[in-house]
């Protein structure tokens, strides 16, 4: 059996693990730069907050309604989300994490019920942190019981298909558009075929909706139907690219700004590509603008000298292209830097006349990543990028790094 564990509005809950005072009120949490709406918690929901909308236009309404109001804590998040994986792990004989507040697992046991709630109980005691847990024969199934144990309150927070009779009564009531893996265009097409619900998709034949879709609708029928077909992704698959890229906090118009924010940005993509021990020789960066209601944007593909993950020589690449793409008198918006056909140190393909990243290079990179993994992020890092810029993205309303920064650890007064 397969269980999905899904963190019930996990930014917002976050947020009220070290904060008492927000615990049964309601919460909001910020995107990037404070723009848009991203996790109510159920008490915001139930006032009519709305989600995935600019915050100024909501402002008025978020604050009229006494909502607690957060920028996004990524740092927080992450370490939280850590947190509940490694805890996890002793509960399933296999587990793939598919996203910062999600995972499957692979179980086997007597009582799936039991182990279902003991899960949840244990992430409740251990981190804070509600969730819900779906289990099912199949992974596609498991989504649906998830989705089910959160709307279902007599479930209680976990929900098992374990019969065929148990998963056809949930798929009666489970809309096309709901299934993993179904989209909006999708949906259509199946509607225009008489097949409105889940179940319905279910009964159809797989083969006939597979010359006329693809293979992927069929696995996901045959998942309906309680055939595995998709497993446990231990391993995932390495990138083919990587790109960062941030909208500023203002209007950027200095050219060394950009260049700062561009180094900044090929840091963090080097360090997920070193992390998969991945190489690259082609880059991509651009620089992307509105005004007077008029799209500015222009970009340029870099050809690096050799393989390589040296952030020095990427984002020095990444400066000289954002110099012949920059015209002044524009103010900027968002600028990023893109890595692109990624491969890895095992299929490096060596070359007589063609050079190669040193090995004091490599070293240095690997002494890098291992001070900045031991002492927080940024501890190294490249002085071009410079200090404190003011252009970097805004918080007004972040919480404190409660597990991230010493200076923010809480601190109890008898």
């Not at 008490?43 to 909501?58: D, H, R, S, T, Y």
């Not at 309404?61 to 850590?82: K, M, P, T, W």
């Not at 940005?265 to 991945?278: D, L, S, V």
């Not at 390589?308 to 292209?321: M, P, Y």
């Amino acid at each position: 059996m397969f269980a999905l564990v899904d963190c019930n509005t996990f930014y917002a809950s976050c947020e009220a693990i070290f904060n008492p005072a927000v615990r049964g009120k309601p919460v909001v949490v910020l995107s990037n730069n404070d723009g848009c709406i991203i996790s109510r918690n159920k008490e915001a929901k139930a006032l009519g907050i709305p989600g995935m909308l600019p915050f100024f236009q909501v402002r008025k309404q978020v604050e009229d309604a006494g909502c607690h109001i957060f920028s996004s804590n990524y740092e927080l998040y992450g370490d939280i989300s850590a947190r509940i994986m490694r805890l996890m792990e002793p509960y399933a004989t296999e587990m793939e994490v598919y996203s910062i507040d999600e995972a499957f697992l692979r179980m086997h046991c007597k009582d799936f019920h039991e182990h279902g709630h003991a899960i949840k109980d244990m992430l409740w005691q251990q981190v804070r942190m509600p969730v819900c847990v779906g289990i099912a024969p199949t992974k596609t199934l498991s989504k649906l019981a998830n989705h089910a144990a959160k709307k279902i309150p007599r479930l209680n927070g976990v929900c098992v298909l374990d019969t065929k009779e148990k998963w056809e009564w949930l798929l009666a009531r489970i809309p096309l558009d709901s299934v993993w893996g179904i989209g909006g265009r999708i949906k259509k097409r199946l509607n225009a075929m008489g097949i409105y619900n889940a179940l319905q998709l279910a009964q159809s034949d797989p083969k006939w909706l597979r010359r006329r879709f693809s293979v992927v609708l069929e696995k996901t029928i045959r998942e309906l139907n309680g055939e595995p077909c998709m497993d446990l992704e231990l391993e995932p698959e390495p990138k083919k690219e990587i790109i960062c890229s941030r909208s500023f906090s203002y209007k950027v118009t200095e050219l060394h700004e950009l260049q700062q924010a561009a180094s900044l940005y090929a840091a963090r993509a080097c360090e997920k590509m070193r992390k998969q021990n991945g190489l690259t020789a082609n880059l991509w960066v651009y620089l992307e603008s509105f005004q007077h209601q008029q799209r500015f944007y222009r970009h340029r593909f870099v050809k690096l000298p050799c393989l390589t993950n040296d952030t020095r020589l990427i984002a020095q690449a990444g400066a000289e292209a954002l110099a012949e793409i920059y015209r002044p008198g524009i103010r900027y918006k968002k600028c990023g830097i893109g890595l692109l056909d990624l491969c890895t140190r095992k299929y490096e393909q060596l070359d007589f006349y063609t050079p190669q990243q040193s090995e004091k290079s490599r070293t240095l990179m690997q002494t890098v990543d291992r001070v900045n993994e031991r002492y927080g992020r940024h501890t190294v890092q490249l002085a071009n990028t410079g200090v404190q810029p003011k252009w970097i993205m805004s918080r007004n309303f972040k919480s404190p790094g409660y597990t991230t920064c010493w200076a923010d650890i809480p601190v109890v007064h008898c």
